[in-house]
């Protein structure tokens, strides 16, 4: 199994260790030419959603990567991922892949206060969850199973081949959130 993590922005290393702890090996896609590797699912993490959209437009990776996810590719978006995801961003006019049937609101959280720390179930496990300027999922249409709410928010959720989170596991040392995208969703 071969697991790809978007790296052109963000925490992608954080992900790569994760998927070394759980035995997994990946690499980094940061250009065009990274996509003709085989990959059996993707990882796209967390940061500023504006700025992975736009290098990903202009890096001409957008394309494939959002007919890859039409058409089954595994996919797991954290934060500004989960941002990219969604059908609907409810207080900006932006679209990435819009494959996913969820509205988010960004900075949900507050732009200042938005971050804090906080422990949450994820599919019937307690975790901790991180939030960093995050967005939150504000509704979910057909085939959106709801994975975790938090202080009455979705936070995560997924659809068939599509996981996102609005937290960061990746930044905490709970493996549950990338075990069971990589033992439920790839594998
Ligand atoms: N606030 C960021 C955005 O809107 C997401 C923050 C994050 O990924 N930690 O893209």
């Known amino acids: 199994m071969m697991i790809g993590v978007l790296a052109v922005q963000g925490a992608f290393a954080e992900h790569i260790k994760m998927l070394e702890i759980l035995g997994v090996k990946s690499f980094e896609i940061r250009n065009k030419s990274d996509l003709t590797k085989h990959f059996d699912g993707i990882i796209l993490p967390g940061v500023e959603s504006t700025v992975q959209g736009k290098l990903l437009r202009e890096l001409e990776m957008f394309d494939f990567l959002k007919e890859k996810i039409k058409h089954g590719l595994p996919v797991f978006g954290t934060c500004a991922g989960m941002i990219l995801l969604a059908e609907k961003i409810e207080n900006d006019n932006k679209e990435y892949f819009c494959t996913m049937n969820i509205s988010v609101v960004r900075n949900g959280y507050g732009r200042q206060l938005g971050s804090f720390n906080t422990r949450g179930n994820f599919d ?55 075990k069971y995208f990589i033992e439920k969703m790839v594998k």
């Open 124 to 178: 019937g496990k307690e975790i901790p969850l991180v939030f960093i300027r995050a967005p939150y999922i504000s509704s979910v249409r057909d085939n959106v199973e709801i994975l975790t709410v938090c202080n009455g928010k979705i936070t995560a959720a997924r659809q068939n081949n599509m996981l996102a989170t609005a937290f960061h596991p990746e930044v905490t040392n709970n493996l549950t959130v990338h």
